[in-house]
């Protein structure tokens, strides 16, 4: 069964305490990964798309990479503003444009 | 320029009864998703809209939930004789395209669903 899962389920940092935020598929086919920043009552933001494995994207102070089995989100010196929570999600060959999206980690970055 | 809109925010109403959600995506966005949002989890996909047709509502639940874009723009999720486990946050995003690598979705703020 495919599945999406990310770790930590939270994570509380200092700021400027980097760490990485790790997201683990297993799929029969990816097309590709996608993160996004959610803040409370809102609705996701995209962040990044990565598409095949050793793939790196960057805005920030954030930084996306991919291998064949799981994405990680960098965050070097984070600021209370990074504070949301992280989704990840992913296309899968054969279904269309069904996202499956992880449960998300709830970042929290303290002054 | 506008982005994803939702109405309304929040919807509060009685098992059994009958509810319509609406979306509007960001003009000229061909594509249109639906998703349904329970606290502490990710959004889990409803159904995707290319232009007017459905192209994929594989993931409703089940038949008493349906939507329409009539237009190929404007949505209408409806849900009939809701129960309490549909309370959830229902997410609507749209994207200038479905395919070609441009799937950049742009989410609304959602609408509070509650079942009393």
């Known amino acids: 069964e495919d599945q999406v899962t990310q770790s930590p389920e939270a994570l509380r940092l200092q700021e400027g305490e980097s760490s990485s935020l790790n997201c683990s598929y297993t799929?029969?086919?990816?097309?590709?990964l996608f993160w996004y920043r959610q803040d409370p009552g809102k609705g996701p933001e995209f962040l990044f798309t990565?598409?095949?494995a050793g793939e790196e994207k960057e805005k920030e102070r954030l930084k996306a990479t991919l291998t064949k089995k799981e994405s990680f989100l960098h965050i070097t010196a984070p600021k209370p503003e990074d504070s949301a929570t992280y989704l990840c999600?992913?296309?899968?060959?054969?279904?269309?444009?069904?996202?499956?999206f992880g449960p998300g980690t709830r970042l929290s970055v303290l002054p | 320029g506008a982005g994803v809109s939702q109405t309304p925010s929040n919807k509060v109403t009685e098992k059994g009864k009958y509810v319509e959600l609406r979306c509007d995506p960001i003009?000229?966005?061909?594509?249109l998703y639906w998703y349904r949002q329970s606290l502490g989890q990710g959004p889990e996909f409803l159904i995707y809209?290319?232009?007017?047709?459905?192209?994929?509502d594989s993931g409703l639940p089940n038949d008493r939930f349906f939507a329409v874009r009539p237009e190929g723009s404007v949505s209408t999720l409806k849900i009939q004789r809701t129960e309490r486990g549909d309370s959830a946050v229902y997410l609507c995003?749209?994207?200038?395209?479905?395919?070609?690598?441009?799937?950049?979705?742009?989410f609304g703020p959602g609408t509070r669903l509650t079942v009393l």
């Open positions: 990565l598409y095949s």
């Open positions: 799929v029969s086919g990816l097309r590709g």
């Open positions: 995003a749209s994207s200038r395209t479905s395919g070609g690598g441009h799937n950049e979705q742009f």
């Open positions: 003009s000229g966005h061909t594509a």
């Open positions: 809209f290319q232009g007017t047709g459905a192209a994929d």
């Open positions: 999600a992913v296309l899968r060959q054969g279904y269309g444009q069904n996202f499956v």
